[in-house]
């Protein structure tokens, strides 16, 4: 696959490189925050070969890519330049607070989970080799210095978690990130935590510190570097320039290191206990109704992007008890989407369909949902209904079970060894709850079946027939520019030449000006001034796309005489463009004049001309009445 033009594509229907406030990515998705949300066309994007679909949510506007999203990434900041996580931060985020506050959460902690997930497994991977050595040969393997590095080793991201958290809530809340990891490690510094946990009292500046232990906390560190925004901003508004460099960091650590340990540090722990002691009482409650509702919830969770803020609930239990039951559950859920994917396979004569679904089943059994859940189970409805079926039956047994990890766990096979530490047959039990889970939601798909993709198409052909009149009318739609008219399918853009975005014509220029092909209102204008958007009176949303990549000449050799919300008549001028000179790039020129809703209309034929002028018929239509 080309990435660059991939990314490209994608990057162009969500309105172009101007339109990107900022740009992250996590395992399946690229993570866009927009200046205008209207500018993107979803449709457009998801007709895009390789991207599996799109999500709205927290204030983002995500592309669904799945395994290729480390390759489509690097392509995409080339293209739209090196944006910094920061960029994407919390004063920034759209919607209500509730919105910005899981936008925050993902934010911090997104970067986190491969690391952590490598951690995890490196420490089931020691503790199977601790079982298996205990057992069958009678050694000692926790006792060696190989067994202390390498637990060390997947240790370190939970010991250190301030400091990490440190970096990424300064990324999130725009404060400097060497302040914030120099406040996380305070907490964690070595003679700091002697003295918290002596018996002595610890005073600081005449007032008593609150004993505490930092290490692997979560809650302290977010809570002082989101304040530290605002003490950094206060600090530099009223710092002179040529001393800001050094004054203000300086300063910011003279003040939040106290606050810290004084006041925020000790809220942070007391409102991980309350999450901590809220979660246990909920699991204490009934473990087998808690492991049903997350192990049946969370790939809903999932599809809204609120997964991550639930990420914290997790990391914080391991930081208070030393344990967690929540990654065990979601695992089950992961499962029944790989099963119910698997089922689809089974069960599907279609080729293509079949390659999709068992690519998606063996992505989940790692513990990476969204090709199964967006590729196959969502689309066909009831597989997902088996999936959230068995991953709540599967995660109630775990729950029943009283199956808990001691470290996090990316939910997927690799880490399956975390829960190994907990006994043998704990281990069993956990097992058999997980292919309760994937194998329940497999026979449930190949008993009762799914909607094929051809009675899918039938009921999507049938709602759109219902929204149309009976009686119906033909009109035509003018040539916007002067040139010669071909196929659009015979375009050399994928994008166009697919009619992915809708039916049109393509037009060789032979006059660098384009001209309203009928009244209407202009409904936008790209910054880069090389394609337009256009409401006409008949209904028509109609775009001119100047050129084959012309965006990268961010409007050089453009002129508009339009703006956006303007009304325009019937051969009024709305660009022009220096044809010469955008050949001399090396562009191509070739213009597409396309209804992007094209679906609202019956039929759409378009025509042929060599030397067309302004008055011929480009495009006819019919259209209800």
């Not at 330049?81 to 759209?94: H, L, V, W």
């Not at 965006?551 to 660009?575: A, H, M, P, S, T």
Request: hydrophobic share 45%.
């Amino acid at each position: 696959m080309d990435y660059h033009d991939f990314a490209n594509k994608i990057i162009e229907c969500v309105g172009g490189k101007e339109n990107v406030s900022s740009l992250t990515h996590c395992v399946t998705r690229l993570r866009f925050v927009l200046k205008d949300d209207s500018k993107a066309d979803k449709q457009a994007i998801e007709n895009i070969e390789g991207v599996i679909t799109t999500v709205e949510s927290m204030g983002q506007f995500q592309v669904v890519v799945g395994n290729k999203v480390n390759d489509a990434y690097e392509a995409a900041i080339q293209i739209v330049g090196n944006m910094d996580e920061s960029s994407s931060s919390a004063s920034e985020n759209k919607g209500n607070l509730l919105n910005k506050a899981l936008q925050s959460f993902s934010s911090i902690f997104t970067p986190t989970i491969p690391v952590l997930a490598g951690s995890g497994m490196i420490k089931g991977i020691l503790a199977i080799i601790v079982l298996i050595s205990s057992a069958k040969f009678g050694y000692d393997f926790k006792s060696t210095d190989t067994y202390q590095i390498l637990y060390g080793a997947s240790d370190a991201i939970f010991y250190f978690m301030p400091i990490i958290l440190g970096l990424t809530s300064a990324k999130t809340f725009k404060a400097n990130p060497y302040v914030g990891m120099v406040i996380g490690g305070t907490l964690v510094y070595p003679n700091i935590i002697s003295m918290l946990s002596a018996d002595n009292p610890v005073n600081l500046l005449g007032f008593t510190v609150t004993k505490a232990v930092y290490s692997s906390s979560v809650i302290p560190i977010i809570i002082s570097v989101f304040i530290l925004s605002y003490v950094e901003k206060f600090l530099k508004k009223y710092t002179p320039e040529v001393i800001r460099l050094i004054v203000v960091p300086a300063f910011s650590m003279l003040i939040m290191v106290p606050a810290t340990l004084l006041l925020f540090g000790p809220i942070g722990i007391h409102i991980g206990n309350i999450i901590s002691a809220g979660y246990k009482e909920l699991v204490d409650f009934s473990p087998a109704l808690s492991g049903a509702f997350i192990g049946g919830m969370w790939c809903i969770f999932v599809i809204f992007g609120a997964h991550r803020a639930i990420v914290p609930i997790g990391l914080n239990d391991i930081a208070t008890t030393g344990k967690q039951t929540l990654f065990a559950f979601t695992t089950a859920a992961n499962l029944a989407q790989a099963g119910s994917a698997l089922g689809v396979f089974l069960k599907t004569k279609d080729k293509n369909l079949k390659t999709i679904s068992m690519s998606a089943s063996i992505t989940a059994l790692f513990g990476i949902t969204e090709p199964a859940i967006y590729g196959v189970n969502l689309r066909f409805k009831k597989p997902m209904i088996y999936a959230i079926i068995s991953g709540a039956i599967g995660g109630g047994f775990i729950g029943w079970a009283g199956i808990y990890g001691t470290t996090f766990a990316n939910q997927g096979l690799l880490t399956l060894a975390v829960y190994a530490e907990q006994g043998s047959k704990q281990f069993v039990l956990f097992i058999v709850g997980l292919l309760i889970s994937f194998f329940g939601s497999t026979v449930l798909t190949c008993l009762f079946g799914y909607e094929t993709v051809s009675e899918v198409e039938a009921h999507e052909k049938i709602e759109t027939n219902t929204k149309k009149i009976e009686n119906t009318k033909e009109f035509s739609l003018n040539v916007p520019i002067k040139g010669d008219i071909t196929d659009i399918k015979n375009m050399n853009d994928q994008v166009f030449s697919s009619e992915s975005i809708g039916k049109g014509i393509c037009v060789k220029p032979k006059e660098g000006v384009v001209y309203a092909p009928d009244s209407g209102v202009i409904s936008l204008v790209f910054p880069s001034l090389h394609a337009i958007g256009m409401k006409l009176d008949n209904d028509v949303e109609l775009m001119i796309h100047v050129g084959i990549d012309t965006v990268e000449l961010q409007g050089k050799y453009f002129e508009k005489f339009i703006e956006e919300g303007q009304r325009v008549e019937k051969g009024d001028k709305l660009i022009s463009f220096n044809m010469d000179e955008i050949i001399k790039e090396g562009y191509d020129t070739s213009t597409a004049v396309v209804v992007v809703n094209s679906t609202d209309f019956q039929k759409i034929t378009p025509f042929e001309h060599k030397n067309a002028n302004l008055n011929d018929i480009g495009l006819t239509m019919i259209s209800a009445s």
